[in-house]
């Protein structure tokens, strides 16, 4: 467990936040620039260390201050060159972060929560429960250590982290105020400077936070569809049950609309054997997103112990991306990477303390899913 110093973390602040935090302390706003230089582009943590800030200050800011990021418990390099970081959350859980290198691009996936009370029926996180939310210093944290890690210390231009995705573990439009944040830093100047196209939130589909998020932030974004009617997604997401495909659906066209015409949704839907993985289920999907502008993303499914679940044969999955082509789609295969680490998409577990410690967002979920009946055959396609 991380002990708390009582001293406010500046790690997870996004620019006004800090600027506010300095004003708050009887000094002059601009400090908050000088200081996310150091602590995202430089990597510092250690007051002493910001030499265009006067020792008075310093001394200040150490009294009342802190850059805190979570432990690093390992780092693993893939022979694919894929890192996988375990890193350990206030709450004692620890989740992990993956870099994966490929064509010139870097994308680190990020978690935003320990564990997940969603319990998507295919996901290794979901089966974990849901232990906490993370803080902004402990989202913002891992591109933190993982930029440290490439020695970007003087930061370099061509930094090794192109692309951020909100696709660890974790909901994060159910730990909304601290990924939005911890999404600010990633695309500001004085943070990440990542573009507003390569940091992409994936969400299961809470359709009342996919407008909200419209309303505050416009990073790219992943649904994870999963299925082409309500019936079978409801089987796999429970989470359908309460916001059932055509509201998300509707959700995801407005804020996508928002962004502009060149900008697309992503669809991500993970391939099961015999579950979804049917030419009907390529077909009804086609259908589907007849009016949604978006790219799909297949994934064979990642086995994990006692999943239940298949990976389908790489015939099955060209067979289902050939139909989707046919009918006019871009479909891509994510192809698995870090297969000897453990760090392929729904592989990742942490170490989850304490499941009987769930909050009441999981209650509440878990009730909802007991409650709701199947969808009822009218709404079947
Ligand atoms: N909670 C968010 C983001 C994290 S999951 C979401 O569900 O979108 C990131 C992606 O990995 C999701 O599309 C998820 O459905 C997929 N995934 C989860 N478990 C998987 C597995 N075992 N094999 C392949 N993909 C998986
Ligand atoms: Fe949670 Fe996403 Fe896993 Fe579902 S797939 S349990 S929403 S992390």
Redesign the pocket.
Known sequence: MTESTGKVNLLGMTQPQLEQFFESIGEKRFRAGQVMKWIHHFGVDDFDAMTNVGKALRDKLKACAEIRGPEVVSENISKDGTRKWVVRVASGSCVETVFIPQNGRGTL?V??QAG?A?D?S?????KQGFNSDLTSAEVIGQVWIANKSFGTVPAKIDRAITNV?????????LNFENVVSAMEIMMDDLGYGISKRKVT?????VAPMIDELAERIDVSL???L?APNDELRSQL?PLNRKYPLAMVLDACKRYIGRLGKERVLTI????LKGVNDQPEHATQMAELLADVPCKINL??????PH?G?E?PSNNAVRRFQEILQQAGYNVTI?TTRGDDIDA?????VGNVLDRTRRSERYIAVRQLAAESAPAPAANRS
């Open positions: 996936c978690s935003s997940c969603l998507c295919f996901c290794s996180t979901g995705v909100m696709m660890g573990m974790g909901e994060p439009l939130l994936s969400t299961s589909g992943a649904l994870s999963h997401i991500e839907y993970t391939l994934i064979p499914f990642n086995p994990f999943a679940y990976r994510r392929a998409c729904g592989q990742l």
